[in-house]
């Protein structure tokens, strides 16, 4: 199971707001090697410790959800994407994993309209794009497909969508 880049990236400098080098920061970088490293059950106790001291840590609550998504837990990973997009709203990466359980529990919708919350966040965010399109155009579903099914592939390409 690999973590994107980008959410690293974007979660490493958030702990800093919550105190100097240790404490919250220092709790994310184990909970990070601990997940990385397949230790789902000291990832998840060291994510809520997290959040026992920063409530709104967006970083902690999306990975909770990443693990109970894993284990097939999908209402309680819902309820932990939507924790971390309540944290953060420019968390795409918490959008898109929000889009992917929604999928997963056949509310394709609502599966769409996180994929679309995601995009609006990044607009060039390819894998937000494909699970868009791949909703959209999902046997049974018509509408605008063509134009998501567009827009992913341009994605995948490098290339600009309108």
């Known amino acids: 199971m690999a973590m994107k880049k980008e959410s690293r990236q974007r979660q490493g400098a958030a702990p800093g707001r919550f105190g100097p080098r240790g404490g919250v920061e220092a709790l ?13 059950d000291d990832a998840q106790t060291l994510y809520r410790r997290i959040l026992s001291a ?5 970083g902690s609550h999306n990975n909770l959800g990443l693990i109970h998504r894993i ?11 939507r924790a971390a997009v309540d944290a953060d709203s420019g968390f795409a990466e918490a959008y898109h994993n ?3 359980t929604l ?9 769409i309209a996180a994929y679309r919350a ?13 699970g868009n399109a791949g909703t959209v155009i999902a046997p049974g579903r018509t509408g605008d497909g063509a134009d998501a099914g567009i827009a992913a592939r341009d994605q995948e390409a490098g290339g600009a969508a309108l």
């Open 28 to 40: 994310w970088q184990q909970a990070i090697l601990a997940h990385r490293g397949g230790k789902l």
């Open 54 to 58: 920063a409530p709104s840590h967006a």
């Open 71 to 81: 284990r097939g837990d999908a209402a309680t990973a819902e309820a932990a994407f």
């Open 98 to 100: 929000l889009g992917n």
């Open 103 to 111: 999928r997963d529990l056949s509310r394709s919708t609502d599966s």
């Open 118 to 130: 995601a995009i609006r966040c990044r607009p060039g965010y390819r894998d937000a794009h494909a």
